[in-house]
């Protein structure tokens, strides 16, 4: 059984093992959890992304596993930590862009950090491929707020989406590894498919190693 670890570059232990039941979903077994040894509980800002990219990319692992998720919508050090990982590291933002460009029609991001809305949209045109990407649609409320509040989270997101939906998105990738477990459970009222990114990276790792492994 391949050895996945899923690092968590926001410091919620709470968030990480969330973050590993979503994964092992698509691994078929659960990943090993890192998490973030310092830094904010969530993600919010651009400077704390970059902090977290230094974090991430400077890991002292003492084992590389056979493939690895960085599970912060940003990718925050993903790209740098796989110039010196011996196995293939996978960002859950890229991942989700290049599940939604398979399909070649428009997507977009729902999320509840606008402060990151830049970043967001550099790395989804990157990996957009010809699919059109419509947009990242933001939740104006506090971010750490709404993580605190089950029900105004998911009505934020919602709105979000419809907004996304009304734009022309064909589906909504749900921006952010703490974002997850919302993701799954705005799937039924959803009027646009959701992509999980972590779930889309999951995937994606499993048939990677699978196939380095054949």
Do not use: K
């Not at 090993?32 to 509980?41: E, K, L, R, V």
């Not at 029609?105 to 010809?130: C, E, Y």
């Not at 990242?136 to 105004?152: E, I, R």
């Amino acid at each position: 059984m391949a050895h996945v670890l899923l690092m968590n570059p926001n410091h919620n232990p709470a968030t990480t093992t969330a973050m590993c039941q979503i994964a092992a979903v698509g691994l078929g077994a659960p990943p090993t959890p890192w998490t973030a040894p310092s830094g904010p509980d969530l993600i919010t800002d651009p400077a704390a992304l970059a902090d977290a990219a230094d974090l991430i990319a400077s890991a002292a692992l003492p084992l590389w596993p056979d493939g690895i998720i960085v599970s912060a919508f940003g990718d925050p050090g993903a790209a740098r930590l796989a110039q010196r990982a011996p196995c293939p590291v996978i960002g859950i933002g890229a991942a989700a862009a290049r599940q939604a460009a398979q399909a070649g029609q428009p997507f977009a991001v729902a999320t509840s950090t606008p402060a990151l809305a830049a970043p967001i949209d550099a790395l989804m045109t990157a990996h957009a491929g010809n699919a059109p990407y419509v947009g990242c649609f933001c939740a104006d409320a506090d971010p750490a707020a709404l993580m605190s509040d089950q029900g105004a989270l998911d009505a934020a997101l919602l709105a979000q989406i419809n907004r996304a939906y009304a734009a022309g998105a064909a589906c909504v990738i749900i921006g952010g590894g703490p974002l997850g477990t919302a993701a799954e459970r705005l799937r039924a009222a959803s009027p646009v498919p959701l992509i999980n990114p972590i779930l889309s990276a999951a995937r994606a790792l499993r048939l990677l190693i699978e196939s380095e492994h054949a």
